[in-house]
């Protein structure tokens, strides 16, 4: 079945990898930091490239504040649904470049994958979208409207304000979020859950200045012992997360996630324990976990004799469906306050929150994917949760109640999003691409 689309995803690779190199070439970083102006120049040229496609209203949608998206929309047929098609065309900075076989953002083919800065997240679910379309030729069955975000990896905060701002432009029946994955790369999955997070920036201040070490050392304590003794505290023995009153559940019925699996994945150093407690499934989707993504201090080589006075972290927790997070950021919060050791001062700064999610998954939408997915894929598709978060999605669930949400994607477990070597297979990503056309043309058939 659907023998045609088959034939037309796989005669349109070429041009498919061509065009996901191209994109990997723009470097949309949209951390603060990086230059603003080449997130907008390529966002500009998606614009043009759209125009060319024969895409209508082809634009940048802005906010006062951020980096703007992307719109372009093909109409409906008569009595089609409208498909609203999320992807991110911002990427994540490069991280330690050395560690990088090429640039990372000069795309290079190997052993089936093209490696790259934003080649799978989310760049490739660009792709996905527009060789979806492109099968179709001129018998598009369905309407379809481009959102492509430029600023998901900065936290999407311009987000609801376009979304509000341009609400006369987008008008969904289906919503299709590709910035998922696959289970493996022959195996795909559909999400019902993403975890939340919750994070904050502190401050923890001993001193009033920097006073020798051998002069002053085991009178009052230095900023770096302070902050070590009150990180410690976040994780009891096991390395479960220690702060008390969060939604914390062992997850029944969920897929098997193997050991071995995760220890090609994750790449843990010889002989290193695992933390935490429950099934490996409950550990990454149904359980908070808290993570030290950085920490400001005085680097090795330049350390001097003298008693740190101020420290600083970032503290960020992922949070499960079923948390509210305002309420978990308060009881980190809490926790941190009520363990800063010897009497140190303690600030917040800087805080993010961004709700869990789960997704529906008894709507017509989701079964036209599933049959979708087994006709491209050849496997059934797997329902799993997500360790990370997407918390946007709910601003899309509250502004689109009756649209079925589906979170889909071309990466797979070795795609080393947001590291070094970030690469997409490319077998996923014909074979979603495939599935994603073949869907469109189910959506026409199914009682919604």
């Known amino acids: 079945m ?36 080449k997130v907008r120049e390529a966002g500009e040229k998606i614009v043009s490239m759209l125009t060319e496609m024969g895409f209508e209203n082809a634009q940048l949608l802005e906010a006062s504040k951020g980096h703007p998206a992307v719109f372009a929309e093909k109409p409906a047929p008569e009595g089609a649904p409208t498909v609203l098609l999320y992807a991110h065309y911002d990427v994540q900075p490069p991280g330690p470049i050395h560690e990088w076989e090429t640039g990372p953002f000069e795309p290079f083919e190997k052993d ?96 009033g200045a920097a006073v020798h070490s051998g002069q002053y050392g085991g009178t009052y304590p230095d900023a770096l012992m302070a902050l070590s003794r009150l990180l410690a505290t976040l994780h009891d023995d096991d390395g479960s997360v220690a702060v008390p009153g969060l939604v ?33 499934a409950s550990r990454l989707w149904s359980r908070p976990a808290i993570s030290v993504l950085a920490i400001d201090a005085p680097p090795v080589a330049e350390a001097i004799n003298q008693l740190v006075p101020v420290a600083r972290a970032r503290v960020s927790m992922r949070i499960p469906p079923g948390q509210d997070g305002r309420d978990a950021l308060e009881k980190l919060k809490a926790h941190l306050l009520a363990n800063v050791p010897w009497g140190a001062r303690l600030t917040f700064e800087h805080e993010d929150i961004g709700e869990a999610t789960t997704l529906p998954m008894d709507n017509y939408a989701v079964e036209a994917w599933r049959e979708a997915f087994r006709e491209a894929f050849g496997n059934e598709a797997v329902d799993i949760g997500a360790g990370g978060s997407i918390p946007f999605i709910a601003t899309f669930k509250d502004l689109y109640p009756g649209a079925p949400i589906l979170v889909t994607g071309c990466g797979d477990p070795l795609s080393s999003i947001h ?30």
């Open 2 to 37: 659907h023998d045609d689309l088959r034939a037309a995803v796989a005669a349109d690779m070429p041009r498919l990898k061509s065009l996901l190199s191209n994109l990997v070439r723009m470097e949309s970083v949209s951390a603060p930091g990086y230059d603003p102006a």
């Open 248 to 280: 914390d559940e062992d997850l029944p019925n969920a897929i098997e996630y193997p050991v071995d699996l995760l220890d090609e994945e994750v790449r843990p150093v010889d002989g290193l324990e695992m933390i935490g407690k429950g099934s490996i």
């Open 112 to 207: 089936g994958r093209l490696y790259g800065r934003g080649a799978s997240d989310d760049k490739s679910g660009i792709v996905m979208h527009l060789g979806a379309i492109a099968a179709h030729g001129d018998d598009l069955p369905v309407g379809v409207q481009l959102f492509f975000e430029g600023e998901e990896e900065a936290g999407s905060e311009a987000l609801p304000e376009i979304l509000e701002k341009y609400s006369h432009l987008i008008t969904p029946d289906v919503i299709v979020i590709g910035d998922g994955g696959v289970w493996q790369t022959d195996v795909p999955c559909l999400l019902y859950s993403l975890r939340g997070i919750a994070a904050v920036n502190i401050e923890l201040r001993t001193l």
């Open 419 to 448: 590291a070094p070597n970030e690469n997409q297979h490319l077998g996923a990503l014909e074979s979603a691409t495939l599935a994603e056309a073949i869907a469109f043309r189910l959506l026409t058939q199914a009682d919604a």
